[in-house]
């Protein structure tokens, strides 16, 4: 799977295929937030929805239209249900635990709600994809990440191996959850700790508003920065996804025998204070004389992993969060509803397998007039 993800959905080239989409969908979300007819605006919310509809129409165009909220609430659940810890994970040996619980139940119900929901999906693609191949001699169509799935299953020899379509479907709801979940937090979270703190927000609008403005280029260092030190903070991720050791090893002082689950804690690792002085403030500016990206190729910051079991779609994730949050500071300013100063602001984390807000962030954006 890591190999078609790699190598197939999230490519360089594969990820850039998708700019219109962002930039069509982030624009998108500005016309909502100057239309709005309320002063206040749930951010948390809009993020999600941001988040879903990019990844929504990266996999499949248009299809899913007036299934939209549906799909994305299969997605949520599934990612609720999954999230934290079980009484099973801690009795693994016990092997009834999931069904006593029900949890193995409300699983299965939620397989079955996402199976009808790509049944249809597939079906109505599949047919698309009949039709553009007859008018373009046979052309191999891989608009969508979809398509590629599709192309995959259709055709074994690429992989070496066949794609059953049991798999497409699994792989598509996965990267649905993880897509959704891991850019809109890194945005709630960004924003967050912007309008926390002012001078960081003044300091990135500016930066912002002269390269769009005057220089017509891209986005500068500073709000590059200010997202690696919310991804310090605020791993989307805080528990990376578990490894299994092949062979017992001694690892600093303890012996951890074959074939032990471990879980790397990049939340603790990010905070570890032998590795950034005042590991708990907020300070984008202590990345101006270190070279570190997101890579995991400096292990004091792996926000999403590193080496072969990196995040493969972490690139995807990073432009929508990186253009989402350009534009979002570009055409507005940002206030807190009634006389709520900024210091105050609630910082409290949601726990579990992604680590969210508490509260929802409610804010009141200003529109920017551009002289």
Same mark, same amino acid.
């Given at each position: *799977?890591? #190999? &078609?993800?790699t190598l197939e959905l999230f490519s360089a080239k594969r990820v850039g295929s998708f700019r219109w989409i962002r930039e069509q969908e982030v624009a998108n979300l500005v016309k909502t937030l100057r239309t709005a007819g309320e002063p206040t605006v749930d951010l948390t919310d809009l993020a999600h929805k941001l988040s879903g509809s990019v990844t929504s129409k990266s996999a499949? %165009?248009? &299809?899913l239209r %007036? *299934?939209?909220e549906t799909f994305l609430e299969v997605a949520q659940n599934f990612g609720d249900v999954t999230a934290g810890f079980r009484t099973s994970d801690l009795y693994p040996s016990l092997t009834f635990l999931p069904a006593l619980t029900g949890f193995k139940d409300k699983l299965e119900k939620m397989r079955l709600e996402a199976d009808s929901i790509f049944d249809a999906i597939i079906d109505e693609r599949r047919s698309q994809r009949s039709s553009m191949s007859s008018s373009s001699d046979g052309e191999v169509v891989e608009d969508y990440l979809l398509d590629v799935l599709l192309n995959l299953h259709e055709n074994p020899s690429r992989l070496g191996y066949p794609l059953t379509m049991e798999v497409v479907k699994a792989v598509t709801l996965e990267l649905f959850i993880a897509g959704i979940e891991t850019s809109a937090k890194v945005i709630e979270w960004t924003m967050s700790e912007m309008i926390k703190h002012p001078e960081v927000m003044r300091k990135a609008q500016t +930066?912002?508003?002269e390269a769009f403005g005057e220089k017509g280029g891209d986005v500068e260092e500073y709000l590059d920065n200010v997202i690696k030190e919310s991804l310090r903070l605020h791993p989307p991720g805080p528990l990376l996804l578990?490894? +299994? /050791?092949r062979e017992s090893v001694e690892l600093c002082g303890y012996h951890v025998p074959a074939k032990t689950k471990v879980f790397v804690n990049a939340w603790t690792i990010n905070r570890d204070p032998r590795y950034w002085s005042e590991a708990e403030a907020f300070c984008p500016e202590r990345f101006d004389d270190r070279v570190i990206d997101y890579k995991g190729n400096d292990f004091q910051f792996i926000p999403f992993g590193a080496g072969r079991r990196i995040c493969p779609g972490f690139d995807f994730g990073v432009e929508v969060? #990186?253009?989402t949050l350009a534009n979002l500071i570009f055409?507005? /300013?940002w206030k807190l509803p009634g006389e709520m100063r900024p210091e105050s602001l609630d910082m409290t984390e949601r726990l579990g397998a992604s680590v969210g807000r508490e509260y929802a962030l409610l804010v009141i954006p200003v529109p920017y007039h551009e002289n």
């Open positions: *799977m890591r #190999k &078609i993800c499949f %165009g248009s &299809i %007036g *299934m939209d +930066e912002v508003r578990p490894r +299994e /050791n969060v #990186k253009l055409h507005f /300013n």
